[in-house]
């Protein structure tokens, strides 16, 4: 697990004290906390540590720190960011089998794109988690499916005896946009970090023969829906701005 730095903790206690005192609030002012060197250096950490392997580009952690090295691929970065030309790359769709037989599609945002998620969500973050109930689970730091199973646990030990267990048939691939976008835009205010999501949204999805073919299959300006799983997962310790 890492620790971020204390600066980083102090802007992020900071965001989330102030969404929780005004419900209301919309943020603005955002995108200069993304690239910010502590921050595009911790979130390289982050992405590192989760081990994934490289998108439709090929490269590798290995390939940066033995070329460029990671200082520069981060400078790089921070430049493309802050000058406001950075795009984002096709992210790569890949296969994994389930245990019924079937297929589960993930996407692979290339590690450069990785990098620029995870920055903006260590900014945006505490915004929103402000705003999540106790009982809410899903994709959030150090909570995992483990939890509600032991709240279940808990409820029938206590005298519940009904649980009802739902599910939404490809919710990531039928997300729209818009609903999405405008549930943003509901606590931020900064154009530039809509702008940011709304192309990791739209990006075109690639796959790759085994021959190293790439074939477009999806994604791309014209997509009102859907967003690839397999982006980012959690790696730090308890956030601390909940302090």
Not at 155 to 167: K, L, N, Q, R, Y
Request: proline share 7%; net charge positive.
């Amino acid at each position: 697990m890492l620790t971020p730095p204390e600066t980083i903790r102090t802007l992020q206690r900071k965001l989330y004290r102030k969404a929780k005192q005004e419900p209301a609030c919309r943020f603005h002012a955002l995108y200069d906390k993304v690239y910010r060197a502590d921050i595009l250096e911790f979130a390289y950490r982050l992405v590192r540590a989760n081990k994934g392997s490289a998108g439709i580009d090929g490269v590798t952690f290995e390939a940066i720190e033995e070329n460029e090295g990671a200082p520069a691929f981060i400078g790089e970065l921070a430049e493309a960011l802050r000058n406001k030309t950075y795009n984002p790359d096709p992210v790569k769709r890949v296969m994994i089998p389930k245990s019924d037989g079937s297929q589960r599609p993930l996407g692979i945002p290339t590690i450069r794109d990785r990098v620029a998620q995870m920055a903006t969500k260590l900014v945006i973050e505490p915004i929103f988690e402000a705003d999540f109930c106790g009982i809410s689970y899903g994709f959030r730091p150090k909570k995992s499916a483990h939890d509600p199973v032991d709240d279940v646990a808990d409820a029938m030990v206590s005298g519940h005896t009904e649980v009802i267990d739902a599910d939404l048939s490809k919710y990531f691939d039928t997300i729209p946009h818009a609903n999405l976008m405008a549930t943003v835009a509901e606590r931020i205010c900064d154009g530039e970090i809509l702008r940011l999501i709304q192309m990791w949204l739209k990006a075109p999805i690639m796959e790759m023969d085994k021959d190293g073919t790439k074939r477009n299959i999806g994604g791309g300006k014209s997509n009102r829906k859907g967003t690839p799983q397999g982006g980012l997962s959690e790696a730090s310790d308890k956030p601390p701005y909940r302090k």
